[in-house]
Structure formats: structure tokens, C-alpha cells
């Protein structure tokens, strides 16, 4: 983790951590992670996750087209502008498709510290 990104630093703010696929037991994932990347603030970030059963992020074929298109579109405008229109057409597309992707969120209600991996310490919402 950057130094920036540690949670001395975050202040009011709320980090929100994307996950970007689905997983069977949830609870016992998420977990696992806070135990070994914080130790202070376990509370403090939300995760976005996918809709149970969903592919993963990084093989769906219309987000990859979405962000390949509008990277490429990124790159190119700084030549020549008539790709600021590509850009925010596809800018505009990968969001919403992202936003259908990630229906529920998750906070951490309880901690176990002698059983990180416990289930149910986390309540998850729809958005």
C-alpha cells in the first residue's frame, strides 16, 4: 500500500474498495483481506461487490471493450480532438455498465480478532 493510502491518512474520508469478482463465502474472503492489509480503522472502508454468481470484472467483454476503446480514444485526442467525443461516449458507457455491475456494498459490523475469518461479520446492503 502507498503511504498515502494508509489509514493514518484517510481522515473523514471513506476509502471504497471494489471487488471485482464474486465469491462464494464472502464474509470469510473479505475477512481474510482486512486481517493481513489493515491492523487500525477495520471499519472505516465499504466494499462494492458484484452481483453473486457474476462473471469476473476482468473477463467481461463489453467493460474490456468500453476501457480499451476509451483509453485508446484517451491517447489520441492528444493529437487530435475530434477522439474527445469517442472518449466521452465510451467514458459514459464503461459507467454505466460498472454501476449495473456493482448492486450491493458491504461494511464490517463486528471483528473477530481470533477468528478474522468468522462468518457473518459483515452486512451487506443493496444499493
Not at 464474486?22 to 466494499?47: H, K, M, S, Y
Not at 469476473?56 to 467493460?63: A, D, V
Not at 483509453?71 to 475530434?82: D, F, I, K, L, N
Request: aromatic share 10%; with cysteine.
Amino acid at each position: 500500500m502507498a503511504p498515502e493510502d494508509h489509514p493514518a491518512k484517510w481522515d473523514q474520508r471513506i476509502p471504497v474498495i471494489v471487488v471485482p469478482e464474486a465469491a462464494d463465502a464472502e464474509d470469510v474472503v473479505l475477512g481474510r483481506w482486512l486481517a493481513q492489509n489493515l491492523t487500525v480503522r477495520r471499519n472505516t472502508p465499504r466494499f462494492l461487490l458484484p452481483a453473486k454468481g457474476s462473471a469476473s470484472l476482468y473477463q467481461h467483454p463489453e467493460l474490456i471493450h468500453f476501457a480499451r476503446v476509451a483509453s485508446v480514444a484517451s491517447t489520441w485526442m492528444a493529437g487530435e480532438p475530434e477522439y474527445r467525443k469517442l472518449k466521452e461516449k465510451y467514458d459514459k458507457l464503461l459507467r454505466e455498465t460498472l454501476k449495473g455491475y456493482f448492486p450491493r456494498f458491504a461494511v464490517l459490523e463486528k471483528w473477530n480478532h481470533a477468528d478474522p475469518t468468522s462468518p457473518h461479520p459483515f452486512i451487506c446492503h443493496a444499493r
